[in-house]
């Protein structure tokens, strides 16, 4: 009980700061005002009735969808891709992998314009490449398909690094003897790794997903920067539904109302994935 006396005033401090922008944001959504600066009146959960009769909601939860489904998958195969490089290959350059920190540092602005020139017509490296061989490049970010990948790479980019680290960890902290008995039986290379090490670090895969599935279901700043919804709606995902809903349509409880519900979605992710890596936990 000692520790628990100890601890508490600082976790109670913790829980009230972290509970307070919620249950603001909450109360916000169900409140509603005709005009900005007027009186709020409370009408229960009518922002979410029409939120769920909005069909620009559920083209933004789609295209949602579509961008966390396409950041985790391809973050999560090259950050085992990487994590298995840098554990077999360089574990005596250990600042290579404090290079790996590098890219989540840098700010969603600068990595917009980053990819932005990366991706231009006429001046970006993959289309320069594609010349050499005598193929016209695409205009990236002015074709719908084209502009999600991009957005999603360079989600993928910045959350990257955080997620190979937790891999990274799991690699590391394997027990030899388990590697070394399944070399003495034969496996070696892709099926050591699948039968072997990808199983004993479930709870870091499960943490990276859960770490990509999150930031790329939040993030805001890249597709704001990079391609601020476009072309026409195309990388319009729920973020930025809510982005224009606060700030071009001035409806702040609506807003509020979409962050509630990111929040719930979050939330549901994360206990599915809680619960998923219970399933395949390796004793």
Known sequence: MIPYAFSGPALVTIAVILAFPVLYAVYESLQRTDFLGRDKQFVGVNNYTRLFADPDFWSALGRSGIFVVGCVVLGQILSIGFAFVLNS??????????????????????????????????????????????IDGPAWLAQPLLAMFVVIVAQVWSDMPLSVLLILGGLQTLDQNHLDAALVDGATGWTRARFVSLPLIAPQLVLSTLWLSYTSFTTLGVILALTGGGPGTATQTLTMEMYSTAFKALNFQGAMTIAVVLLAFNAVLSLLYLRLARRYEVD
Do not use: C, H, Q, W
């Open 89 to 134: 290959f360089v574990t005596k350059l250990r600042f290579v992998r404090g290079l790996m920190i590098l890219p989540y540092i840098v700010s969603s602005v600068a990595l917009a314009v980053m990819f932005r020139v990366t991706f231009n017509k006429e001046l970006g490296l993959p289309n320069r490449l594609l010349d050499i061989v005598g």
